[in-house]
């Protein structure tokens, strides 16, 4: 560890010299981010009726609740005392952000995710309770919860309460992934973090995340189940990635224009880190091909016409470069933000370990994970037939 | 069927219910008030510092007792309290710049003094800070833990629950100071205690104890009599960072306002 | 009504388990929060008592005083006299506790006087500061200086 020591430049207080958060807590806001951004694509169907991208509502909503059952596994490897954890349910800090975590978490996944996905998929799970064998059915009679009645009224109650627990959801999935954001942003000693932008920035690249999450994993999935893709809801999807990345595109330089014009005590040592130590990650990563080529990208399918297979092929690519570009943006905010000391006079490196508790093996395994849930809700729980996607 | 059933459900609600306040009793008996121990009432005192840049050596004495006194490790990674030499260069009027950026160093934090001379004077200002814990009133540290971990005692000392912090660090970043760090042998967060222990037996601190020059001074403000009254109103002084408004209770004097 | 509860059956059931895990959260939140929470303020009153109950390892000037009265009469006149014992002799409560079997060893001169008296850009200008080198040669500063009353020099 003493390494880092000569890694540092010019003058860090003593006790900055090491970095408090790691990797994992950049996965952190990533999975949350996809959550809530698939979520809201979910929502745009149930709520506000855009019926192309219909074939992906169970979809989305099963993506969101692969990633987060995983999301909260990054902080219990980050933290000193994982054990302590329940601790912030006994005990909440109204004061602080991170006191809500346990409470927000708990509602969204319970009052919004499980119930709405139930709802969503109750005939499935009855269907199959009463005609599964094997091991699936004790699996859907547990699901079912000993109610067997699936008649067109009981339905229509499903239908209604769900759509309640859809617009329910949306200002939840808001609280989800805003608090994030505030818990950054809301921190006066760092003038990276500190801006009242920071929730509604970490929103809206959630929004972009999920999105092109969701396209991504709905062209695997029919790609592997061999059912053809609906060529509307690609577009809707893209179109939707398309405005939600502008916004958030807008807001990030709307920071960036604003701290250089104001050009405070802490700009100088920013900019100097910006260009050096966070280049790559940064000016490249994030902002060039996480976030300019994926825009071109999609505004070219708006301007130019092109066949379908062409464009699949653009999402395919945009969508890939954005969710790069979007664990960019988490990276650079919460390593960026401690790359620099506070007193504005240097700079320190953040050394990552492989094998280590909080280094890149295990961010890999959790980065992995939801795909393994998710593929293990899709085959209790599948997502569409054969005959639905054709539209 | 159905009177039982509502039966059993109410009174299981009550007991549920009964339960709940009698834990509650119970707790409330046990606790009692521990805290305010045989002669020392938390009501009574108000602890604050006071710094006194022109009287700084940097020996590093305080450095070394700090450590010695709280169990701190060696390592250059964990300090409570550390001491900065400043070297501010004269204005740059080759590029008529006028911020002048100090250049500032804490070899170990301070540990074992400044041995080298530096550099030959070159028409600059140099002096030493020593830093710690500012036990702030409006910390910013202990808004934003999230299960109340570290807190601000009744008598003014920004104190760790050594047993109930998760290790989440989360105000470790919301620290301005700098002055908190994880103590990976708990694997929680540890910083200076004012040396609690100490003051609460009518001793000072040890970085105060082992100061040859007077540059540190206890305050109780709380005490009509203490020293650290006449000095504020007298002296000009100021806290780090007073633009962040936390209510810092350490007091520099003589602080330059290139000091970070 | 009947119609009612019967297709809405499986919404009773949710709500009841959800209410059995609400019941389950408040009793654990009720046995588990630790006592003496919220007394003063949002912590555990105890972690005051455990701030509190670390052994000492400074015993403090008053401490000193008690045996070694004669050396105090040497320095409190002298320029020394603002300096703790243990400034110069480090933690002592163990001495203190136990003066016959602990014995501190006397600092050696030429280290420890140099920790504050070598010659530093940073010092501040009235502080009496050398150079080793041009000063008295390579001698113990004890040779010169009274270490309690360094000043005035003695021959």
């Known amino acids: 560890m003493e390494s880092i020591l000569h890694s540092v430049e010019g003058f860090m207080y003593p006790n900055e010299v090491e970095l408090q958060w790691s990797i994992l807590i950049v996965l952190y806001p990533f999975l949350t981010g996809i959550v809530a951004g698939a979520f809201i694509l979910a929502s745009l169907e149930r709520v506000f009726n855009v019926e192309e991208v219909k074939p992906t509502y169970r979809l989305a909503l099963l993506t969101a609740l692969s990633f987060m059952i995983v999301a909260p596994l990054p902080l219990q490897l980050h933290l000193g005392h994982p054990e302590r954890s329940f601790e912030m349910y006994l005990t909440p800090h109204t004061t602080s952000a991170m006191a809500m975590f346990g409470f927000v978490y708990l509602w969204y996944l319970l009052a919004v995710l499980v119930i709405e996905i139930w709802l969503e998929y109750r005939k499935e799970i009855v269907t199959m309770a009463l005609h599964a064998t094997g091991w699936r059915r004790p699996v859907y009679r547990a699901m079912a919860l000993g109610s067997y009645n699936v008649s067109p009224r009981a339905l229509e109650i499903d239908e209604k309460l769900g759509r309640f627990v859809t617009i329910v959801g949306i200002p939840s999935a808001f609280l989800l992934h805003g608090y994030v954001g505030f818990l950054f942003g809301s921190i006066k000693a760092n003038p990276w973090w500190s801006t009242p932008l920071m929730p509604i920035v970490f929103l809206f690249s959630a929004i972009v995340s999920g999105i092109a999450a969701v396209l991504l994993l709905y062209i695997v999935y029919c790609f592997l189940k061999g059912i053809k893709r609906s060529v509307p809801c690609l577009d809707t999807m893209a179109r939707y990635l398309f405005y939600a990345f502008l916004i958030d595109f807008s807001l990030e330089m709307l920071d960036l224009i604003h701290r250089n014009y104001e050009a405070d005590e802490s700009l100088k040592t920013l900019n100097f880190m910006v260009h050096t130590r966070l280049y790559g990650s940064q000016v490249l990563l994030q902002i060039v091909i996480g976030t300019l080529v994926p825009i071109g990208l999609l505004a070219m399918v708006q301007l130019i016409s092109m066949s379908p297979r062409a464009r699949e092929g653009i999402y395919v690519i945009a969508s890939s470069l954005t969710l790069c570009g979007i664990f960019a943006m988490r990276w650079n905010v919460v390593i960026g933000g401690q790359l620099f000391s506070k007193s504005f006079l240097g700079y320190t490196t953040y050394k990552m370990g492989f094998a280590t508790k909080e280094g890149l093996l295990p961010a890999l395994l959790l980065m992995a994970l939801p795909f393994l849930i998710l593929w293990v809700l899709v085959t209790l729980l599948p997502p569409m037939n054969r005959d639905e996607a054709v539209h | ?260 | 009504m009947r119609e009612l509860f019967r297709d809405a059956e499986h919404l009773f059931r949710l709500a009841l388990v959800f209410g059995a895990l609400l019941v389950v959260f408040l009793v654990a939140r009720a046995v588990l929060t630790p006592e003496g929470f919220g007394t003063y303020g949002h912590y555990r009153a105890g972690a005051l008592v455990d701030a509190r109950a670390r052994p000492l390892s400074f015993a403090g000037r008053a401490a000193c005083l008690d045996c070694h009265e004669e050396i105090d009469a040497v320095k409190k006149s002298g320029k020394h006299a603002g300096l703790g014992c243990e400034a110069c002799h480090g933690p002592l409560e163990a001495h203190v506790a136990d003066p016959a079997t602990v014995i501190p060893q006397k600092p050696d001169p030429k280290t420890l006087c140099l920790v504050c008296h070598m010659e530093n850009l940073a010092k501040p200008k009235g502080f009496p500061q050398i150079d080793p080198k041009n000063h008295a040669g390579d001698d113990n500063c004890i040779k010169c200086h009274e270490a309690h009353s360094p000043l005035p020099v003695q021959e």
């Open chain 2, 1 to 260: 069927m159905e009177v039982s059933r509502r039966e059993f459900l109410e009174r299981s609600g009550k007991y549920i219910l009964l339960f709940g306040a009698a834990t509650k009793a119970w707790d409330f008996i046990l606790a009692g008030t521990p805290e305010t121990a045989p002669g020392y009432d938390v009501t009574r005192h108000w602890w604050a510092f006071y710094i006194d840049i022109e009287k700084c050596i940097g020996c590093g004495n305080c450095v070394r007792a700090c450590k010695a006194e709280n169990g701190v490790l060696r390592e250059p990674f964990y300090f409570r309290t550390w001491v900065e030499r400043y070297h501010i260069p004269p204005p740059d009027l080759a590029n008529l710049r006028a911020d002048r950026l100090p250049v500032v160093d804490s070899p170990n934090g301070g540990y074992d003094g400044f041995p080298e001379r530096f550099r030959d004077s070159d028409g600059s200002k140099s002096f030493f800070v020593p830093k710690m814990c500012n036990h702030c009133t409006d910390s910013p540290c202990t808004q934003v833990c999230p299960v109340g971990a570290t807190f601000d005692s009744p008598d003014g000392v920004v104190l760790v629950d050594q047993t109930y912090c998760l290790g989440c660090r989360y105000c470790v970043q919301a620290c301005p100071y700098g002055c908190r760090y994880i103590d990976p042998r708990t694997r929680t967060v540890d910083k200076c205690t004012l040396c609690y222990h100490r003051i609460t037996k009518g001793l000072t601190t040890a970085c105060c104890e082992s100061c040859p020059t007077g540059a540190r001074l206890l305050g109780d403000l709380k005490d009509p009599k203490d020293p650290l009254h006449e000095l504020l109103r007298t002296q000009k002084v100021q806290v780090l960072k007073p633009y962040l408004a936390t209510g810092a209770k350490l007091s520099y004097k003589g602080l330059d306002g290139a000091v970070r």
